[in-house]
Structure formats: structure tokens, C-alpha cells
DNA sequence: TTGTAAGCGTTATCAA
DNA sequence: TTGATAACGCTTACAA
């Protein structure tokens, strides 16, 4: 039972002038005498009024409002990019509205259409697999959008992504300096667009370095805590000897870092250990692990500011826009 | 230059019918002959009509949208809560406007401004220092509205929160159960709710077990990694026979695991340690952090609910509402 | 400098 | 069973 909430008419009435001429000095448009306007805006602050947002979209055609589609609200890495979406846009007078998908395509679609009812002026959509083909539909309905967290060919518009290849060539690099050989690779899910651009970037600075690329030091470990373990004590059975390891993520690296300790090994003197991401629990194990940290809110910041070029008709460039990866030095190498 | 989506006139004309047949096929509200219906929604498809949301807030004078205010996107634990509330408002037809205030009260009350403007239909707020102001703004604005995960006194509308006190009990329990001796406490920060509620229940608890409370075994940590560490170093020059800690939060826990370690105080042997919240890095510390999980999403679910009730009118409990914290035991105790 | 009135895209009332 | 038409609250010509 909503008290209704005053409009812009009883506001006329109380100040005693026309609607135009509040609206006028409520958006600061047009000529308003300097007495009628102390007058709107004391009777405004009086009644408590704020302009109602819904009927100024259908007369202005737009609501100055970014939808966001997330595929998870929990994930600190993803909303670290809302985050970086929040800034940009709240400074350029945008509102966000973000619904969570929860990974699933058809969800993602409803979504993009019920955006599409609520004449967002844009859209940011992080990347899955369902992605093409909302791109398809919002693009034919003329909706302005970027994508954002991972590359997929062919999608005709703005991309925004981490350099996961070229940080997995700076933590390899890393390894081989520091061990003389080889590293071993616990890899991410083989679908999944970053987990195979960060194999890239291990294969490629194998190769740069001399050394042979073998497949059998690359363990799948599928981006889990529990996953890296495991691959982990397989790693050691194989190869008693190896000295690096290079954990697709930071999950799969604390796993294997468990998986060392229980075998008595100790890292960093016998194994160093490098991860991907920079989630808080690699901050906080022991030793702490060294890391490429994801440049969460500059991919957020980067993906806002381009659909703001988009939204203001800039001719489009599409990318795709690779931010670079930080090493995070710590003690696990 | 977003290209217009088609309006409910060019369905009409389409389909060869007057708006308001479109607009009762389309709501299934009313009278339409079976075979106008199906020339309608065909029309509509073709030509991917999406009905303006705007346009229907305003004749309907309901957006179907919450709003909510978060202090803060990449806290795991509130974005929980937000899932939580995600997924009862979309069992009943509502959206989610979701913005951040960065716990600043001055954000807090524009954003809740905007959001009037927007004419949520109601208010989801993460209680912080300013919610008071803005719980009376709102009230007397008529949007109806539930504060949770925090409790403040005398605020008048309903109220949902983890029962950290209850939480505090059993996790004094436990270590007095498995110790046989008072536990040290570290503690969180005194001007926050939860962390007070949980000093709350530490005490209560030993008083409970015929034990004295010793202000000089509580050490504040601030709910900080680093504070916890230096606070069990210094509760170990005081207490080198200590055995049992109860930290106020998963972040000082660890912080104070890795001070026992680093003394060569083995865990959980020497000494057992419980912490609050039910973060991933508990999960992943070595040992695991014995601790108490935080409902998120069962306090989402539940403020979703309430403000449901509000809406629609029902006369409002204000609860407060506390659902326990479950205990969840790992290896550190 | 101000006010009147025409839309914006829906829904809902009321006649037909 | 259907179609004009009057709202909803605002902005913006256009007139005064």
C-alpha cells in the first residue's frame, strides 16, 4: 500500500506556477526567474519530491541504466568487474541493474529480454556459452553492448578480457628461472576459454625457453581446490623430481600445495608453486602463494567506458581488449 | 542510436486489431477470440516485440522491482544474502536493482532517493551506520522496506540477521567441551553488531560452563588476518598454556592459526581454534577452520519474504528475525 | 519568463 | 468479442 508520491503537479500548485516551468527549474533547463525557482525548489524539498524515473524514460527514450548479466553474484573475481562497471558508469550518471544467470543460457536469454522491456540503455553481458546467441538477439534489437571476462570469436562486438596467455607466459618464465627446467602444468576445464589461453601462454614459454613441450606434465585439474590435489599426488608419482609447478588457477595451486606438504615436500625450497587469479585464500595460505592477479575492476572499468562510447554512437572498436595480468610476488616461489 | 523497439500499436496493426485486444491477448486479461489471440502473439513474434516496462509502470503504477542496497559487491557472504533474495523475488514475478553504497551513509540515502524515483515497490538495506536516517526517509515515503544482516535497535520495520550470539555459544561450547578450560577470545571490532553479539556469546557461554570471564583473554583482532596473528602472538606471552580460541571471524582465525604455527604450536593438538563465517579460505586453511556458517542465503530468502508480506499488505512482523548459525566441524578443533 | 497542451507506450473503462 | 479513449507523470515545443 504505497503512499503515493507527489508529482510534479502538486508541486506547480504549491509554488503556484505551471508544470513546465517546475520541470524547467527542476533540470535547470530553460529561463526561470531567480524568485520562481527558490520558490519550486522549497515547495519540491516540502512535498519531498522526486521525479518519477519511469515516466521521464518514456518521454526522454532512454533510462540512463546499464543491465548487467552475471553468471554468478558470489564469485569475488566477476563482482570485482561489476565493481569496476559501477564506478564508470555512476560517474557518468548511469545506474546498474544486475541479475545473475546463474551459467544457464536460457535464463541469460530471459534475462536480456526482460532488460530489453525495461529499455536499459545498454548492456554487459559476461561471457558464456550461451552468449552468441543473446548477442544476436540484442544486437538486432539495437541494444549497445560489450562483452566481457572472456573472448569468443566471431561476436561482432566490443570484448574485454584479462591476458591469461600472456600471464601464464610471465608465471612459466617465472618457474624456469628459478627451477632451470620445466615446470609442470595443473590445467583448467579444456572448455573453458581462459583455462586453454593460459595452457597457450605455458606451452608457449616453454617453447620461447627451448625446452620440449610434454604433454604428460600437463595434469588436468579442473580449476578445483580438491581437483589440483589430486593431480598433484599424481604429478609426484611421475615425477618425483620436478621442481615447478604451474597451477591453472589459485584453487587448483592451494590444492596442489596441500598435496606437497602431505608428501613432505616443501615449497618453496623443493617445489615452487605459482597461481592464477589472486583470490584472497592465496593471500592468506602458507606460504602464501605467488600469483597473476586478475585486473578485475580495470576489465570492468574498460568494458563500461567502451558501451558508453557505444551509447554515444562512437564507431565501434571491437577489441578485443586484453588488460594485462599482475605477477603478485609471495613466498611459494 | 538505439533502433526503437516496435510498440504495441505496430502489433495492432499488424495483426489488424485495435491496441487494447493486443494488450488483453498479450496479459491474457479479458476476452479474446482464439484465433485473434494467435494472429496476435504470431504478430508480436515477428516482430520481436517486447512490451515498454516503462510504459507499463506507469499506467500500472507497480515496477515489479526491488531495490537493494549493498555496502559491498565482492563480500562473498552479502552477495550470498543477495542470492538469496534473488531467488524469491524471481519466484514472484520481481526484478532486482541491485547498487552499492561502499558503506558510506551519504551513498546510502542518494541511492535510496534514486531508487525512489525508480518506484521500486520495495527496499532491501544492509543495515550500516547510516540506516537509521534512511529507514525514516523511506518510511515516510511510503516504500516498504527490510533491513538485514545487522540488527539496530528500534528501527520500526523487520529485521534479519544471523543469530551470532546463539553462534558465539556454541563455539565457546565446543572448545570448553574439548578443552575442559575457558578459551581466549579474539575479538572483533566493538563498534559492529555481529562482533559484539558474538563477545556476547562467548561470555554468556562461560558463564553458562561456571566460568569466570577474564577481560585479559580477550584480544581484539579487529576481524583481520593480520590483527588476529599479532593478537595470538600476544595472547601467547600471556597465556603460553592456552588451548583453546575462539576467533570472532574466519579472517582473524586464520590470522591466529598461523601465529600458532609459526610458534610451533601445533593445531589442533596444542591448541584448538573455531572461527565464525564460513569463508573459503577456512575451508582451504591447513588444518580447516573448524567454524560457524553464516545462513546467507536463508537470510535473504527470509527478508525477501517479509518484504513480500509488506507489500502486499500483510500487517508487519518485526521479528527481529535470527537464524542460527551452523556449526561446522573441521580439523582445527 | 511562463503556461498550455501534445505526446511517450501501456492498461483499463466503457460502448459498441 | 472488440476498439476508442482516457489516464499514468513527465518533457518540450509553441504561444502568450
Redesign the pocket.
Known amino acids: 500500500m504505497n503512499k503515493?508520491s507527489p508529482?510534479?503537479?502538486e508541486v506547480a500548485a504549491r509554488a503556484g506556477?505551471?508544470?513546465?516551468?517546475v520541470?524547467?527549474a527542476?533540470?535547470r533547463?530553460?529561463?526561470?526567474?531567480p524568485?520562481?525557482l527558490t520558490r519550486i525548489l522549497k515547495a519540491a524539498r516540502d512535498l519531498n519530491y522526486v521525479?518519477?524515473r519511469t515516466?521521464?524514460a518514456?518521454?526522454?527514450g532512454t533510462t540512463r541504466t546499464i543491465g548487467v548479466i552475471t553468471p554468478d553474484l558470489e564469485s569475488s573475481i566477476i563482482m570485482g568487474m561489476v565493481k569496476g562497471i559501477n564506478r564508470v558508469a555512476y560517474q557518468h550518471g548511469y545506474m546498474l541493474t544486475i541479475m545473475e544467470s546463474e551459467g544457464s543460457s536460457e535464463w541469460e536469454r530471459a534475462i536480456a529480454q526482460t532488460m530489453r522491456g525495461m529499455r536499459i540503455d545498454g548492456l554487459l553481458l559476461f561471457a558464456t556459452p550461451g552468449t552468441p546467441t543473446v548477442v544476436r538477439e540484442m544486437q538486432s534489437a539495437g541494444i549497445p553492448l560489450v562483452v566481457l571476462d572472456r573472448l569468443v570469436e566471431g561476436l561482432g562486438v566490443p570484448q574485454v578480457a584479462a591476458d591469461h596467455y600472456a600471464g601464464a607466459c610471465v608465471a612459466t618464465n617465472l618457474l624456469i628461472d628459478q627451477t632451470g627446467e620445466a615446470p609442470a602444468f595443473i590445467a583448467g576445464p579444456r572448455d573453458v576459454w581462459s583455462a586453454e589461453a593460459r595452457l597457450k601462454g605455458y606451452q608457449e614459454a616453454l617453447k620461447a625457453n627451448g625446452f620440449d613441450y610434454d604433454p604428460s606434465r600437463v595434469i588436468p585439474g579442473e580449476f578445483g581446490f580438491d581437483e589440483g590435489f589430486h593431480a598433484t599426488k599424481a604429478l609426484l608419482t611421475r615425477y618425483p623430481q620436478i621442481h615447478g609447478i604451474f597451477a591453472a588457477n589459485d584453487l587448483s595451486g592451494l590444492g596442489s600445495m596441500k598435496a606437497l606438504e602431505e608428501e613432505g615436500i616443501r615449497c618453496p625450497n623443493d617445489v615452487k608453486v605459482v597461481g592464477f587469479d589472486d583470490i584472497l585464500p592465496a593471500r592468506l595460505s602458507n606460504p602464501p602463494l605467488t600469483t597473476l592477479h586478475q585486473p578485475a575492476k580495470g576489465i570492468g572499468e574498460t568494458a563500461m567506458t567502451l558501451l558508453l562510447g557505444l551509447i554515444e554512437g562512437d564507431d565501434c572498436q571491437l577489441g578485443p581488449f586484453l588488460l594485462p595480468a599482475e605477477l603478485i610476488r609471495r613466498k611459494s616461489c
Chains 1, 2 share one sequence.
Open positions: 503515493s508529482t510534479i503537479r506556477v505551471g508544470v513546465a516551468t520541470s524547467r527542476l533540470n533547463s530553460g529561463y526561470v526567474k524568485d520562481t521525479p518519477n515516466a521521464q518514456m518521454v526522454r
